[in-house]
């Protein structure tokens, strides 16, 4: 990369970062809100 | 009237849900070919640039993510005033999924913005007007956020949400405008332009995808979290136990 | 007008009966002021460079701590719920109160602002840009504040929220106030930001008392 490794290799990791986190969230939320509700029944 | 039904049909929570079931997966898998499409290629393939050399890979996540952090915010405050104005469950839910979503996205083009800013202006924080405005978003982001963390009641939080992005939206062109003047103010600054550069189809085609699936992907995201939002405040009713009674199957 | 003038007189008249409300942002705005000056160094003249900014922010936080109350007491005593059911539009009343708050907060602060800049070695030519940016900007500031104290009127803490709430709204009102004074110091021409403070001023009367009785109201149902 030049020597801009850290900064592009960054960039694209913190990119994954959020990618993976607003992936995840919803899905682990889900989970979550079916085990309480599933629960409270 | 009649052709109105088809809207309300979908905008009924249950139907909605589905709806967003069917959609959600196209979304999500079409977004992800675009986005391993356009960083795979902007990373390794597209030519380096002959100003900025490899730095100005960071394009293919900045870019997106400046773009996407706007239009979000624009689209929560279109959700908000239909809320408003319509009183309508579903627009109140998808002004709380979008929230989160924008939040992030502009984290992330500061954060890529700063690692940009670094090699080319030579600092990590230039009060620059757009890296400036961006963060001025952020904390209008985080109202939203705070403010709906703090209501119990979700319907009372959903509207003054609504009210605080329709405020914040006619606020986003002023603060625009503003910083481009402030930043005007001081013209015998020495921070090195961003080249605008001559951009091929090599570079363009990668850039261009990754727009799009960012944006599909953001669009999957808020399908998934307005799904969540519906159950929670329908939970209870008919479809939700109807629903729980097949997921445990 | 009835309703405007109404609500104006309860207000000052209940102002009149707690000084301290009104008094205590006054002097917070003072001392903020001064602890900037002990911060640098004894007579520091880059103090004076950043005049404009610490006065500006100083009035940004002492508005800030006034928000809190803005409708608070009226909702803790009923007062609220029934001035939105009065007959009165709840808009006027609200505009009405939300003048009131700028009367007895806002302009104490511009008249405080000139002498307090003198304090901080403001150069006479950066004065009249200030004064005037803060009489435009003041109000600017009781509006949108009051709409979010509207918006967190029914919340236990809202304090917290508030300033995460008011502050991104109001970074432009800072960068054309303070800006204004920079653009006098430096000899140019103060009026193009002062013109936008008054475009600023004139969208949030239009507006905010809308948005505000839209917020009370939410509190209630």
Redesign the interface.
Known sequence: MGGYGLYVWGSFGCGLAVLAWNALSPRLARRALMRQMTESE | MSSWTWFHRLASPPSFFRLADRLAPWLGWIALALLAYGWINGLFFAPEDYQQKDAYRIIYVHVPAAALSLSLYVGMAVAGFVA?VWRMKLAESALIAIAPVGASFTALALVTGMLWGKPMWGAYWVWDARLTSEL?LL??Y??VI??WQ??EDP??AA??CA??A???V??VP??K???D??NS?HQGSTILKMGKPSITAAMAWPLFASVIGSYLFAGYVILRRLQNELLQREAGTAWVRELMGKSRV | MNVILAVLTRELRLALRSRMDWLLPLLFFVMVVMLFGLGARPNDPVLAGFAPSILWVGALLSMLLTLDRLFRADYEDGTLEQLCLAEAPLTLTVAAKLTAHWLLTGLPLVLLAAPLAVALQLPAAGLPALVLGLALGTPVLSF?GG??AA??V??P??GL?LP??V???L??VL??GA?AV??ALGG?DAA??LY?LAA?LV?CIT??PW?AA??LR??F?
Do not use: C, D, Q
């Open positions: 408003l001025v904390f209008l985080f109202g705070g403010l703090a209501f319907r009372a509207r003054a009210l605080l329709v405020v914040g006619i606020n002023i603060v405008y503003s910083v003047w402030w103010l | 949108v709409f979010a918006l967190t029914a919340l803490r809202a929220l995460l709430l502050l991104p709204l970074a432009p960068i054309f800006g920079r653009a140019l193009a930001p936008f600023v969208l507006l905010v948005a839209a917020a939410n509190a149902e």
